[in-house]
C-alpha cells in the first residue's frame, strides 16, 4: 500500500477547514453521504491538489449471512472510481438481517461457521470493486456467547483466506478494552499488521463507567499510546483522526494531527 501520510475524515461542516489546514495528507469520506455524479466541490478542490480521498462505507454488511448488496457495492464502485481512490474501506459488522437495520455496527459472532459466511461476503465484495477493500475492526458493545476466536484471531484468518486489508482503529480496540477488558496490545500481537492499508484514531469520553466512542473530543493519551504500540510493530501507510460532531477550530484539529504524528515518532525513537 502506498502512503497515505496524516489524515482527516472529510465532513461536510469541516469542508473549509480542510482546505485551510496544513499538515493534512489524505481525506477519507463517508461514502453513504455522497453522491459519485455530483461529488462536493471541497472533494474536488482536495483532489485536485493531488490528495487521496478515500470512500468510507458504513452500511455494506459483510458480517451478515446475507450477500452484500449490489447497489451499495456499485455506490462504493462508483465512489472509488469518481474519486480515484486508490482503496475502499468497510466495517467487518453486522448491521442488517431479514431486512431489519440493527442501527448500530454490531460485531460478527466469531465462530468458523460466520468465517466461512463472511469470507465469501469479503470476496464479493473484492470482486465488485475496482480498488482494493480495507475492513475496520469495530468498538462493541457486546460479546457473542459462542465466539471461538478473539477478534484478532478472526481477522487474521480473514485476511489469510481473503487477502483484504486492513483498518485498524485503535479507538476502537481502546473502547473494547475499557468496556470489555480486552487487552488492545494483545490484539495488536495477534493482528496480520502486514496486511494493514491505514489506521483510525478518534476522541471518546468516559459516562458511568462505560467508554463512548463519540468522534466529539480530542484523543485521549492511552489510544495516542496505542497508536505508539501500533507503530513500534508495523509502519502503518496512513492514519486518520475522525471527528464527527462539535467540531473545534481549525487550530484545534491541526493540533490533534500534531499529537499524531508525535505519537508515531515515539516508536521510532531508541529505547
Not at 485551510?20 to 462536493?40: C, H, Q, S, Y
Not at 481477522?155 to 473494547?176: P, Q
Amino acid at each position: 500500500m502506498a502512503g497515505l501520510g496524516v489524515g482527516i475524515g472529510w465532513r461536510a461542516e469541516l469542508d473549509l477547514s480542510i482546505e485551510r489546514m496544513t499538515g493534512v495528507d489524505f481525506v477519507e469520506v463517508v461514502a453513504e453521504n455522497i453522491k459519485p455524479a455530483r461529488l462536493p466541490e471541497s472533494l474536488r478542490v482536495l483532489r485536485a491538489r493531488g490528495l487521496p480521498v478515500i470512500p468510507h462505507g458504513v452500511s455494506l454488511g459483510v458480517g451478515g449471512a446475507e450477500p452484500p448488496s449490489e447497489a451499495r457495492l456499485a455506490h462504493l464502485a462508483a465512489c472509488a472510481q469518481a474519486l480515484g481512490s486508490p482503496l475502499v474501506s468497510e466495517h467487518l459488522a453486522f448491521v442488517r438481517g431479514g431486512g431489519i437495520e440493527a442501527g448500530h455496527l454490531l460485531p460478527v459472532p466469531r465462530t468458523y461457521e460466520s468465517l466461512r459466511v463472511v469470507t465469501e461476503n469479503v470476496r464479493r465484495a473484492q470482486d465488485a470493486l475496482p480498488v482494493p477493500l480495507a475492513l475496520e475492526n469495530v468498538a462493541a458493545i457486546f460479546g457473542w456467547p459462542d465466539d471461538e476466536l478473539t477478534e484478532a484471531q478472526f481477522l487474521a484468518e480473514l485476511v489469510e483466506r481473503t487477502g483484504v486489508g486492513l483498518l485498524i482503529d485503535v479507538a476502537n480496540l481502546y473502547t473494547n478494552q475499557f468496556n470489555l477488558g480486552l487487552s488492545a496490545v494483545a490484539a495488536l500481537d495477534a493482528l496480520p499488521l502486514e496486511h494493514l492499508a491505514y489506521v483510525h484514531v478518534a476522541g471518546g469520553y468516559e459516562h458511568h463507567g462505560i467508554w463512548h466512542d463519540t468522534h466529539t473530543t480530542a484523543a485521549p493519551q492511552p489510544v495516542l499510546d496505542l497508536l505508539t504500540e501500533l507503530c513500534a510493530r508495523a509502519s502503518p501507510p496512513g492514519v486518520l483522526l475522525e471527528w464527527d460532531d462539535e467540531y473545534p477550530s481549525d487550530a484545534a484539529l491541526e493540533n490533534e494531527l500534531a499529537k499524531i504524528r508525535t505519537a508515531m515518532s515515539l516508536a521510532r525513537e531508541p529505547g
